[in-house]
């Protein structure tokens, strides 16, 4: 059974830095492509950045060289390095997997939020 | 970008109506597209993707169509579990993009 498992959620001020973690299990993440997925309080679902099974990354344009996605395939885990960070971040941040070939999302985690605020 | 274009916003339906939900993209995206429901503090849920294929495990009273630019959702009876708010979403290429969502209120 695929799961996902988020943390490092919490309360940082403007300027300042978080990392998200996604902990992975009944799948292998070196085989799929990852994202995460944002959702400011009481708004809709915003993609914010994807590392494919290859490594290679994409990004939003708001968060392009603020934010970094990365993983440890031995740990079977996501990051999200979140740097600069604005009030506009503060949202509930998924972790999605991507399914094999078709790329839609097939499977989220939890989510974990994230509250940018002096 | 690709900017995705749901109505309505919001809905209100009765037990047993038949729901549509239409979803628009600025540009052709084949059938690249994906709808999820999202119940209040939970995770998107899965329902169709590739436009038209029913996600293993959703009731069969969920159907999806279309194929360029135009793409509706419907729910064949509506039940009272299906409450909730809607997204559609392109994956067509990055960066995927969402739907404003509808909610759907059960009368």
């Known amino acids: 059974e695929v799961q996902l498992l988020e943390s490092g959620g919490g309360l940082e001020q403007p300027g300042g830095s978080l990392r998200l973690s996604c902990a992975g299990s009944g799948f292998t993440f070196s085989t799929y492509a990852t994202s995460w997925v944002r959702q400011a309080p009481g708004k809709g679902l915003e993609w914010v950045s994807a590392i494919t099974g290859g490594g290679s990354t994409y990004y939003r344009d708001s968060v392009r060289g603020r934010f970094t996605i990365s993983r440890d395939d031995s740990k079977n885990t996501l990051y999200l390095q979140m740097n600069s960070l604005r009030a506009e971040d503060t949202a509930v941040y998924y972790c999605?997997?991507?399914?094999?070939?078709?790329?839609?999302?097939?499977?989220w985690g939890q989510g974990t939020l994230v509250t940018v605020s002096s | 970008d690709i900017q995705m274009t749901q109505s309505p916003s919001t809905l209100s339906a009765s037990v047993g109506d038949r729901v549509t939900i239409t979803c628009r993209a600025s540009q052709i995206i084949t059938t690249w597209l994906a709808w999820y429901q999202q119940k209040p503090g939970k995770a998107p849920k899965l329902l169709i993707y590739?436009?038209?294929t029913l996600e293993s495990g959703v009731p069969s009273r969920f159907s999806g169509s279309g194929s360029g630019t135009e793409f509706t959702l419907t729910i064949g009876s509506l039940q009272p579990d299906d409450f909730g708010t809607y997204y559609c979403?392109?994956?067509?290429?990055?960066?995927?993009?969402f739907g404003q969502g509808t909610k759907l209120e059960i009368k």
């Open positions: 979403q392109q994956y067509n290429s990055y960066p995927y993009t």
């Open positions: 590739k436009a038209s």
């Open positions: 999605a997997k991507e399914s094999l070939g078709d790329s839609y999302i097939d499977y």
